[in-house]
């Protein structure tokens, strides 16, 4: 009798752990906590360039349109970093930020023979609203999310020499511009809860992401040339990380 009160209380115990164990888990993705995640970011272009409208030369309009011609933005990773507050046990709000990257400009069609024609670094935070599904103690957690990005260009330059002389004539230079612009977010992603502050995940979202090019031209003699192009950029983004919560 003895020993069967012994395995009663060993069991009570064992099931007393457990339930601690499983209530410590369940308190690190709940309202009020924070989570900062880091790790592998990869964004790769899904769209393309309109072909390029030499729109005037001297100040006179010209609309011609260089039949042909095209480009498209390269694949490029950085380091990313979100960070998340989550107002109720299943709703959180998302900053997406990553460290500074370099986007290339390649020439398609008629451009192609240019290769690199210039390059830009985008800045592209975005601010989300995710849902996540299951309860707060659930390890596994996917979640979907729609926001907000507000995309704009910095250091955007034309590279490629050859492609200016052949635009603007020998001796000429030329300075690229590129408009900003807000855009909707779309993600699906999961974490997976090691402990009760630490966790992996990863994610994939989309942004629907146009740029205006104007390139700014002016020949040796000084006649301004001025020419336009729509870029889609739409990149489609994977996120790979750690993450710890607070």
Request: proline letters at 4%.
């Amino acid at each position: 009798m003895r020993n069967y009160r012994r395995m009663i209380s060993s069991a009570g115990m064992a099931a007393c752990l457990c339930s601690a164990a499983l209530t410590d888990n369940a308190n690190a993705q709940s309202a009020g906590s924070i989570t900062l995640s880091t790790g592998w970011l990869h964004i790769a272009p899904q769209g393309d360039a309109t072909p390029l409208i030499v729109e005037s030369i001297g100040g006179e309009t010209v609309n011609r349109q260089l039949a042909g011609s095209g480009a498209h933005a390269t694949s490029t990773n950085t380091v990313g970093i979100t960070t998340e507050y989550y107002v109720t046990d299943n709703i959180g709000v998302a900053m997406l930020l990553g460290l500074p990257l370099t986007v290339n400009l390649v020439g398609d069609g008629t451009l192609e023979k240019y290769g690199n024609l210039g390059s830009t670094r985008p800045m592209p935070p975005a601010i989300e609203l995710r849902y996540h599904l299951f309860s707060a103690g659930s390890k596994f957690r996917p979640f979907v999310g729609l926001g907000v990005n507000y995309t704009w260009f910095t250091q955007v330059r034309t590279t490629n020499s050859q492609f200016v002389t052949d635009s603007v004539g020998p001796g000429g230079s030329a300075h690229a511009t590129l408009s900003s612009s807000w855009n909707p977010v779309f993600e699906i992603g999961a974490s997976y809860a090691i402990t009760k502050h630490w966790s992996v995940g990863t994610s994939v979202n989309y942004m629907p992401v146009k740029t205006n090019l104007t390139l700014d031209g002016h020949t040796a003699t000084g006649t301004q040339i001025v020419s336009k192009s729509t870029l889609r950029l739409d990149p489609l983004s994977v996120f790979l990380n750690v993450a710890y919560t607070f």
